[in-house]
């Protein structure tokens, strides 16, 4: 029996189009379902096939999400051992990209987006200079990040650089936003590029550090430990990240409880202080 296909997009992702088919299988009176995943912008082939006894139809939109099905459904017992999943995936062209080590900027320029006061203006201690500085000075930017785009895939290593422009909110250093990694396990590497920051660090059970960077500094961020940058310096402070595609971003955790430290900026140094309202 010649399979029926059917063809359509995926929410979401512009571009992209999942074609399955499917067919009984007279050998194995199965339930066989190909999916296949055509990354079209980024060249990415994938080729997921499965054996199911019974009924239902598996339908994926990643690998990634085929993986997990499938041992959701090895895992109830709705497979057979005639289960075999493949995945073929032909990476994307190798490329070099140019960094500008006082700018951060990309050649040939890639992604970039912008935090002004007014994205992150409830996370300075001071709030009220924040909104004194939104209606007098306008919404000033406190930093750009540069970055690559990639699918958002398991071996996949997205990097960035992000500027941080010098300055202060009610004596509170520019800083960015802070994130843990949504899967918590996924570390990161931070490298100074120019200027002058500081690495402030922590973990949800109480652990807090904080590390100085300037160009050449390499520096770690362990799997479990949340990470915002500030500049401290009166130039630009831009570093480049490296990290693992999957790790995903949670700003909220930290947007609802703030860090555990404040950089500020005392004659011209910083001091590091505890934020009283933490938590
Ligand atoms: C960095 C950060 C970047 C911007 O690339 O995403 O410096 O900071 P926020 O994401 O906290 O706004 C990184 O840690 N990526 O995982
Ligand atoms: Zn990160």
């Known amino acids: 029996m010649s399979p029926e296909t059917t063809s359509r997009s995926v929410s979401g992702r512009p571009g992209w189009r999942v074609d399955t088919a499917t067919s009984w299988s007279p050998l194995h009176g199965s339930l066989f379902c190909a999916t296949y995943l055509d990354l079209l912008p980024c060249s990415l082939f994938y080729q997921t096939t499965l ?27 709705n497979v057979s051992s005639t289960f075999g999943a493949s995945i073929i995936m032909t990476l994307i062209q190798p490329f070099v990209t140019e960094v500008n080590f006082e700018s951060g900027a990309f050649t040939p320029r ?42 958002v ?27 843990y990694h949504a899967r918590r396990e996924q570390g990161e590497v931070y ?13 949800a059970d109480g652990n807090a550090s904080e590390l100085e960077m300037v160009a050449g500094s390499a520096a770690y961020v362990p799997p479990f430990w949340a990470h915002r940058t500030v500049n401290i310096g009166a130039e630009d402070f831009v570093f480049f990240s490296i990290w693992e595609a999957r790790a995903g971003h949670d700003y909220g955790t ?4 703030g860090f555990r430290k404040l950089v500020m900026l005392r004659d011209g140094e910083p001091a590091v202080v505890d934020n009283p309202k933490y938590g």
Request: aromatic fraction near 6%; charge should be negative; include cysteine.
């Open 51 to 77: 054996l199911l006894q019974g009924e239902g139809l598996l339908f994926c939109v990643s690998a990634t999400d085929f993986i997990a099905a499938a041992e959701r459904l090895w895992l109830n017992g």
């Open 110 to 151: 890639r992604g970039v987006y912008q935090r002004r006061l007014s994205d992150m203006a409830g996370m300075y201690a001071d709030r009220d200079e924040a909104a004194r500085i939104l209606a007098g000075e306008g919404d000033r930017l406190i930093y750009e990040v540069h970055t690559v785009e990639l699918p």
């Open 153 to 179: 895939e398991e071996g996949q290593i997205p990097h960035c650089t992000t500027r941080i422009l010098p300055g202060t909110i009610g004596g509170e250093c520019h800083m960015t936003k802070g994130h």
């Open 191 to 203: 490298f100074g590029l120019s200027g002058r920051g500081m690495l402030l660090l922590q973990t």
């Open 254 to 257: 930290i947007e609802r409880d």
